[in-house]
């Protein structure tokens, strides 16, 4: 079946340190989606990503925050300079959204980002 | 803004006992889903209710959907320590747009 894959599981990084989280979408999904569960506490949406560009943002996404598919399999989450409220497991979804689906969003296994 | 919550947050029940967890939300939607966490673990998809009067049951699981009252249920029958994890709706909103995740329900079964 296909999955959702994300590296690496564990970054640990030093303030203000930039970083790369890497997700591998399904292969036939075209919108993408990032989200932050910091430990304890309730699933977040970051962005979400279709056609290339940003369709909807959260407050949480400031400009430090930034995504990218350099290619036609990889969707990045970077964040510019990481500060210890950073710390959290990020997860990559996708969906295709296309007539006849569920809709439904397929979640990657996480990264857990530790920020020192 | 959609609101998703959910009650309870935290649920401690006996095996073999019966409860329901409750997810109310703020707007209209036709797409609700129930995920289970284990802790350090990534979101299970449990059920995908599509419509009013959406029915879904797996082993001692049962979701529903009333999308009148925005409402949607989980009811956990003759509870198993093997269901012990946090439980999360989340909500559709439609468009390109984000699910809403409840608060969660962290459920601990006593054998």
């Known amino acids: 079946e296909p999955e959702v894959t994300q590296t690496p599981s564990h970054q640990v990084t030093q303030m203000g340190q930039e970083v790369i989280l890497r997700c591998v979408p399904i292969?036939?999904?075209?919108?993408f989606y990032w989200y932050r569960q910091i430990l304890g506490q309730k699933v977040e949406f970051l962005v979400s990503f279709y056609n290339n560009e940003i369709s909807e943002k959260s407050e949480i996404f400031d400009d430090q925050f930034s995504v990218e598919r350099p290619d036609g399999s990889n969707f990045t989450l970077k964040i510019r300079s990481t500060k210890l409220e950073d710390s959290a497991m990020y997860f990559c979804?996708?969906?295709?959204?296309?007539?006849?689906?569920?809709?439904?969003?397929?979640f990657g296994p996480g990264t857990r980002l530790t920020v020192t | 803004e959609l609101k998703v919550e959910q009650n309870p947050l935290f649920l401690s029940m006996q095996e073999g006992k019966n409860y329901t967890i409750y997810c109310n939300y703020s707007?209209?939607?036709?797409?609700l889903y129930w995920y289970r966490q284990d802790p350090g673990k990534s979101l299970e998809s449990l059920f995908v209710l599509l419509s009013n009067g959406a029915v879904k049951q797996e082993g001692r699981l049962m979701a529903s959907l009333d999308t009148k009252a925005r409402l949607s249920t989980l009811h956990i029958t003759a509870a198993v320590h093997d269901l012990s994890a946090t439980y999360f709706c989340a909500v559709d909103s439609g468009g390109y747009q984000k699910v809403t995740f409840g608060t969660g329900t962290k459920l601990q079964v006593i054998p």
């Open positions: 979804a996708s969906t295709d959204r296309t007539s006849g689906s569920s809709y439904e969003q397929y």
């Open positions: 707007t209209t939607s036709d797409r």
């Open positions: 292969s036939n999904h075209l919108y």
